[in-house]
């Protein structure tokens, strides 16, 4: 297959190139090549309101509608027969347009008319919302990998879906100094990272942070896109804004908003993209169900030339994303109390996370170090200096958590484990914390 970048790819590149040269700049090989084709999928959409339809390849009732096997039908019983149908057919590449509309709605509670979002495309979760973003932006153009900074400890999948997928090199600093969280980590590590003047990066915002169930004060959020803004004097910066864990916030003085919004505007160097989904926001794990949006008007040239790239990665992946998970997350954004029902899982987890705070606030400081965290799903607990002067890893104590005190906990890197706090009965956690502490004495006395 040629490199050439084709006719409608180059229409799309020169819409994108109009309205914000910055993200033109940081589009990757693949991204500049990327146009949804005239195929199957888009001549079924300009056949779907005729009377004699024969394009898409899908069993219906010979009249567009569903033709399932009783017992599954059975399955999804509760639906009105038009969700019914759509769950049971093909979605649109890009998503139900209901859902589609119905989740910007809910990404823009309490954000005013002047910033901008397009209308979001589907994604199979937002791992799959990551790779998109890495296939539009990262790799390695012209044999130069292309930088993506993320702070350290970080979610090991972005190795899986930048640097493996794409060829792109992962740059990292620490995301806590002296105990304490550093807001100037993504720009410490670009500053490292022996970038050409005027070459393009991408930064990763994961708030609130997994593995460290950190959000930003608004002190630090204004010095964590003041740095942004500076290194986007130097660069074209893509700033992917992970926000799986969007509104998982416990303490009042901690915005919960999304970097998304906060981003816009502050650089024409700088463009905010953002992955969310249902995932976590509304405890739909299961589901799969995700979202990719960007900073434009949704009826602008530039969102179209973005949706046609990102339908055709999607296309070229998974063929489309699932319908039947999408009808269930229209039926939660159709309900008039849905707020109240994902406050209702905030104030749970709330509550496990002041447990945990509490339990981690009494131990031995020479055996284990707790780093700040006060969102989303996550504690991280450093070993301390003693453990590390015996040379104890952080796999070691895992390993011996499991086989010695019923525990299970992740090690990340040398040093660090996380505890998934979301999947503990609140009643549970002090000893799970009294366990750990005694794991590590146990290991090093």
Request: hydrophobic share 45%; glycine share 10%.
């Amino acid at each position: 297959m040629s490199d050439v970048v084709t006719a409608p790819a180059q229409a799309l590149n020169e819409a994108i190139q109009e309205e914000s040269p910055t993200l033109h700049a940081a589009l990757s090989p693949l991204g500049l090549r990327a146009v949804f084709p005239q195929d199957i999928p888009f001549q079924a959409g300009q056949a779907r309101s005729k009377t004699y339809n024969g394009t898409i390849g899908q069993i219906t009732d010979g009249h567009g509608g569903a033709l399932p096997l009783p017992s599954m039908a059975a399955a999804l019983g509760g639906m009105a027969p038009e969700d019914l149908n759509r769950a049971l057919l093909y979605s649109p590449v890009q998503g139900i347009a209901e859902v589609r509309e119905r989740w910007r709605a809910w990404q823009r509670r309490g954000v005013g008319d002047g910033l901008a979002s397009t209308l979001p495309c589907v994604t199979v979760g937002l791992t799959h919302g990551l790779s998109l973003v890495a296939d539009l932006f990262a790799g390695a153009p012209g044999g130069r990998p292309r930088v993506v900074a993320v702070p350290s400890p970080f979610w090991g999948n972005y190795r899986q879906a930048f640097a493996l997928r794409t060829g792109a090199r992962l740059v990292s600093a620490p995301a806590y100094r002296g105990g304490q969280f550093n807001p100037l980590a993504l720009e410490e590590a670009l500053e490292a990272a022996d970038l050409a003047p005027d070459e393009p990066a991408i930064a990763v915002a994961n708030f609130p942070s997994n593995p460290g169930g950190y959000s930003p004060t608004r002190e630090e959020r204004q010095r964590i896109v003041a740095s942004l803004a500076a290194v986007a004097e130097e660069r074209p910066l893509v700033v992917l804004c992970d926000d799986a864990y969007a509104g998982l916030v416990y303490e009042e003085d901690v915005p919960s908003r999304s970097m998304f919004w906060d981003l816009q505007g502050v650089h024409p160097g700088l463009v905010p993209v953002k992955v969310d989904g249902a995932t976590k926001e509304l405890s739909f794990f299961g589901g799969r169900v995700g979202f990719l949006t960007f900073p434009f008007a949704p009826d602008s040239a530039i969102a179209e030339a973005l949706e046609s790239k990102v339908k055709c990665l999607v296309r070229a992946g998974i063929g489309s994303p699932v319908a039947a998970s999408q009808t269930v997350v229209l039926a939660a954004l159709r309900s008039d109390d849905v707020a109240d029902q994902v406050e209702a899982v905030r104030r749970l987890l709330a509550g496990r996370y002041r447990v945990l705070l509490e339990a981690l606030d009494g131990v031995d400081r020479e055996l284990l170090q707790p780093l700040p965290f006060n969102a989303g799903c996550f504690a991280l607990v450093e070993i301390g200096e003693r453990p590390k002067k015996c040379g104890l890893l952080a796999d070691a104590v895992r390993r011996h958590l499991l086989e010695a005190e019923d525990t299970g906990l992740v090690s990340i890197g040398e040093s660090f484990l996380r505890i998934a706090h979301c999947s503990v009965d609140e009643a549970s956690l002090p000893e799970l914390v009294r366990r750990l502490e005694r794991g590590v004495q146990e290991l090093c006395p």
